[in-house]
């Protein structure tokens, strides 16, 4: 019964190697997220998605990419990975409304990216 | 650039005192307001949300706005050991955009 969910928990990889993380949401919402949350617990938005519209955060390297297959997926691929790019990624949703508990974000799990 | 800001701590209170939680922003058009709780090593969880000026309560939580301040507090009495966490304060600007900004997050202790 898991709202949002994401694999893998866990990713360790080398320095230049392409990768992917994966987010799926059952609750219905429009509205998709993924978050890097570094080792200070800063939680940073990358991007976010709907079904009309996709907002980038303009410091976020453009080795990074969301991918929607449908609006309850939002994949995030990492290409040329760097030493940097360690952290947790957070994937999340919500309703999408701009008032009322359309608002709320629901976090999935996290995933723990270590590059060597 | 809109900031939100938070005191890093921690923050350590006794057990069954009121932790005081302190969250200031920049935008003065900011609507929502939003008070999340991590665990270490999991993943936020929204604790409040308040639109309007004044206090909020849910249970042991209260959450108190003050738009002309420019500052958003979270009270939790009667604060337990399980209370120990980070909170993020959340900001929905204005302008349209429904993505809301992220303070840095306190550190909470309740010790024993």
């Known amino acids: 019964d898991t709202a949002v969910s994401q694999t893998p928990k866990y990713l360790v990889t080398q320095m230049g190697n392409d990768k992917s993380i994966k987010c799926e949401q059952n609750?219905?919402?429009?509205?998709m997220y993924w978050y890097k949350q570094d080792s200070k617990k800063f939680l940073k938005i990358m991007f976010s998605y709907n079904n009309k519209e996709l907002i980038i955060n303009e410091t976020v390297p453009n080795r990074f990419s969301p991918k929607s297959p449908d609006k309850a997926h939002l994949n995030l691929h990492i290409n040329s990975l760097e030493l940097g790019d360690s952290a947790v990624y957070f994937c999340?949703?919500?309703?999408?409304?701009?008032?009322?508990?359309?608002?709320?974000?629901?976090f999935g799990p996290g995933t723990r990216l270590l590059v060597l | 650039q809109k900031e939100v800001e938070q005191n890093s701590g921690p923050l350590s209170v006794p057990e069954g005192a009121i932790a005081s939680l302190n969250c200031t922003y920049s935008?003065?058009?900011?609507?929502?307001f939003f008070w999340y709780r991590q665990y270490s090593g999991k993943s936020p969880e929204l604790i409040m949300f308040?639109?309007?000026?004044g206090d909020k309560e849910d249970g042991r939580f209260t959450a108190q706005l003050n738009k002309a301040s420019q500052y958003v507090s979270l009270l939790i009495r009667d604060s337990q050991p399980s209370d120990s966490a980070t909170y993020l304060c959340?900001?929905?600007?204005?302008?349209?955009?429904?993505?809301?900004?992220f303070g840095r997050g306190t550190s909470l202790i309740v010790h024993p």
């Open positions: 935008d003065r058009g900011s609507q929502s």
């Open positions: 999340a949703s919500s309703q999408g409304g701009l008032a009322g508990t359309g608002e709320t974000q629901y």
């Open positions: 308040i639109y309007s000026n």
């Open positions: 959340a900001v929905r600007s204005s302008g349209g955009s429904y993505i809301p900004t």
């Open positions: 609750l219905g919402h429009d509205t």
